[in-house]
C-alpha cells in the first residue's frame, strides 16, 4: 500500500474525533499529502461552504514553502482552526511547509503523540543564496507576525538542517503560540490615543497577510472628535455618550454611497447598530459612526473574557475578541456600563 504522504495533498470532510476539541467528535476537513503549488487552489474548492470555526486536521510531511504559506493565508482568510489528525494510512505528522500552513488556524491545537517540525527551507533545483535566504526569511517573519506567532519559531527552523527535523515539544509550541490552546487567539480591546490626545477603544480582527479588513472602535461624545475621525450628524442633546465606529478596508464607492445594516450578535443575542451619518472616505476605505444602545455596551461587559461577538452586515461577517473590554470601556468613559448613557 502506497502511503498517502507520497501523493499531493488531498482534502475530505468526514466526522472525526480527535482529542482536544470541543465537542471531540465533529466534522472536520482532512487534509493529508505533500503540498504542492496547486494545493491552495484545491483547498479553496475543498472548503466552499464550511462554516467559520471548522477544523482543519493537517497530516503532512510538508512540500513547496509557497504553497504552505498561501494554504495557511487561506485557512485564516476563511476563519478556520487547526489541528494535526492522522489515517490509516497517514501518521499524525505536520512537517516542514505544513508547519507554516498549520499557523494559519485561527485556534491551533497540537494532539498528543503528533508531531510538529521545521528545518531549513531549500530550493528545489538549485541552492538558494544568501541574499534570496535573507528575503524568504523575512517574508515568513513577517507571515507569523501576521499569524500571532511568536517570529523566534524561525530559529527553531533555520538552526536545523534542510534534511532533518526539529520537533517542538508541547511546551515549546505553547511558548511560541503555535499552539494557543486554552487562550483567546482574537485579539483584546486596547486604548489609544489620538494626535490631538483623545482616547479610541479600538479591536481587529486577527490579521491576514496584506489585509487589515475592519476595525470596530469606540469614541466618546458629544466632546469634538479627533480630527481623523468623522464627525457623527447626531443631536448633541441626544442621550449618547458613546458610539461605535466601523472601519472597511475596500475601494467600493458605490457599496458605500448608501448607510448599511450591522448588527452585533452578542452570546447568541442580536443587537441593532444605527447608522449615524454618511460613509467618510478615508485612507484605504471607508468608516462610519453607528449608535447602540445601553443594552449592548452592557451585554459586551458581561460576556466572557474568552469569547467573541460577530458584527454582521450585508458588507462581510465579522468575528471579534471580547477581552479586556470591560476595563477598556471603564478607562473609555469613567464608568461601568450599567451607569453609563443615563
Known sequence: MVSSLSQAMTFETQDKCIQGLTPQCQK???AVGQIDKDTPAQFSAAARGLQQGTWVALSSPGGSLVGGLKLGLL???MGFNTTISSTDYSPPNCISACAYAFVGGISRHIT????YGLHQFKGTEKAIGDSESQKISATIANYLDQMGVDRHLLDYAQVTASDKVNVLSLAQAKLLKVDNT???PYPRWRLEATADGKLIAINNPPNVSGKAPSTLALVQLPKPLPTNIAAP???????????FLIFYK???ATLFSQKI???LLI????????????????????????????DVFEALSQAPEESTINLNSPVRNIRFGVGGFKNIYLALTGTDSKKSEK
Open 28 to 30: 472536520v476537513l482532512l
Open 75 to 77: 485557512i485564516r482568510e
Open 112 to 115: 498528543e503523540g503528533s508531531k
Open 182 to 184: 486554552g487562550q483567546s
Open 233 to 243: 450628524n447626531i443631536d448633541k442633546k441626544a442621550d449618547v455618550k458613546t458610539v
Open 250 to 252: 475596500s475601494d467600493d
Open 261 to 263: 445594516e450591522h448588527q
Open 267 to 294: 452570546q447568541q443575542k442580536t443587537y441593532t447598530l444605527k447608522q449615524a451619518e454618511e460613509w467618510q472616505r478615508k485612507p484605504n476605505g471607508y468608516q462610519a459612526s453607528f449608535i447602540g444602545g445601553n
